[in-house]
T-cell receptor, first 111, second 115 residues
């Protein structure tokens, strides 16, 4: 079983739609959780960290459920510029602090 | 400007010809890491370094070497490249505050083709 598993893509949505990505992880010792965004084989960039209490950044909301080992990302009012691959990422301090990446979910927002 | 730089950005080489991909960061970060990204496999860690002269293997270290003689530089060395090392490579760095790691910043990537 992969350490981080994400929804299979691609997601094709119209502008203005709400879209949700899900991610599950298998290592209960995981300490930190993130969503990264990657545009067309460019470098990944941090979109937001994910906290147990849930956190919001504009149109983006992230949730963490440690009991179910589940992370989600909700994008409201999708824009064309949101088209990218979204990577679910966790960091385990018992593995030298390395980042463990999901394979990513591709989002395509259409006019 | 705070950044991670990698060189070269693109490289086509032949099997067995030693090469080095350089990585440099100007943020005084303790932690640096190399990843490779392949279709269907996502990003996988090759090697990482928690500080100068401290390096350790990641998930896919075979065929690679690294060194960390200075804090800012973390070169990736392929002594005898093979076609299965054709990939997109990313270097990353982050700071360590004593109890947690902070955001990892990635370099722009190096697209390597080994013929």
């Amino acid at each position: 079983r992969k350490e981080v598993e994400q929804d299979p893509g691609p997601f094709n949505v119209p502008e203005g739609a709400t879209v949700a990505f899900n991610c599950t992880y298998s290592n209960s010792a995981s300490q930190s959780f993130f969503w990264y965004r990657q545009d067309c084989r460019k470098e990944p960039k941090l979109l937001m960290s994910v906290y147990s209490s849930g956190n919001e950044d504009g149109r983006f909301t992230a949730q963490l459920n440690r009991a179910s080992q589940y992370i989600s990302l909700l994008i409201r009012d999708s824009k064309l510029s949101d088209s990218a691959t979204y990577l679910c990422v966790l960091r385990s301090y018992n593995q030298g602090g390395k980042l463990i990446f999901g394979q990513g979910t591709e989002l395509s927002v259409k006019p | 400007e705070a950044q991670v730089t990698q060189n070269p950005r693109y490289l086509i080489t032949v099997t067995g010809k030693k090469l080095t991909v350089t990585c440099s960061q100007n943020m005084n970060h303790e932690y640096m890491s190399w990843y490779r990204q392949d279709p269907g496999l996502g990003l996988r860690q090759i090697y990482y370094s928690m500080n100068v002269e401290v390096t350790d293997k990641g998930d896919v270290p075979e065929g690679y070497k690294v060194s960390r003689k200075e804090k800012r530089n973390f070169p990736l060395i392929l002594e005898s490249p093979s076609p299965n090392q054709t990939s997109l490579y990313f270097c990353a760095s982050s700071s360590w505050t004593g109890s947690s790691y902070n955001e990892q910043f990635f370099g722009p990537g190096t697209r390597l083709t080994v013929l």
